[in-house]
């Protein structure tokens, strides 16, 4: 018993260091993305730190998105709708025509590909429901700079 509460009070201790741990990773990981953001547009520390903090607040938005997605049956019915076929096309392609076809049959199978229209508007559809508008933020951010 002496040993649980000790291991407990060790454990307690240590949640300042491993919070200073995680503080000082997440710090790191963003002056990383900012000094690589940096270099990619040509030295701007500002507005690197701007098109990170850019993304990450997109990223949030994601996530409420998606937090709001899982709260109704509704959303959720209609999310999996229009990404279900597409899954499935995809999971065809993969799972039979490059696994288990050339298993089977030592061939690999052939699933002609989603072009015109229906192509078109599956990548709108599955690029809209899981995306990310990161690339459209850095694009916006990136674009702005060069107005002033």
Do not use: H
Not at 9 to 34: H, L, M
Request: glycine share 12%; hydrophobic share 50%; charged share 15%.
């Amino acid at each position: 018993m002496t040993t649980v509460i000790t291991a407990v009070i060790a454990f307690f201790k240590a949640i300042p260091a491993i919070t200073g741990g995680i503080t000082a990773f997440a710090q790191a990981y963003y002056n990383a993305k900012v000094q690589i953001t940096t270099a990619r547009i040509g030295g701007d520390v500002d507005v690197a730190k701007q098109m990170v903090t850019g993304i990450v607040a997109e990223g949030q938005t994601r996530v409420e998105f998606l937090k709001t997605v899982s709260q109704s049956k509704f959303l959720m019915i209609l999310v999996g709708g229009f990404a279900f076929p597409w899954m499935f096309y995809q999971a065809k392609v993969v799972m039979w025509d490059k696994i288990v076809c050339k298993w089977v049959l030592g061939v690999y199978g052939f699933t002609p590909p989603v072009d015109g229209s229906v192509g078109e508007w599956a990548g709108w559809i599955i690029g809209g429901i899981f995306g990310t508008g990161g690339v459209m933020a850095v694009g916006q951010i990136f674009y702005n700079r060069r107005e002033r």
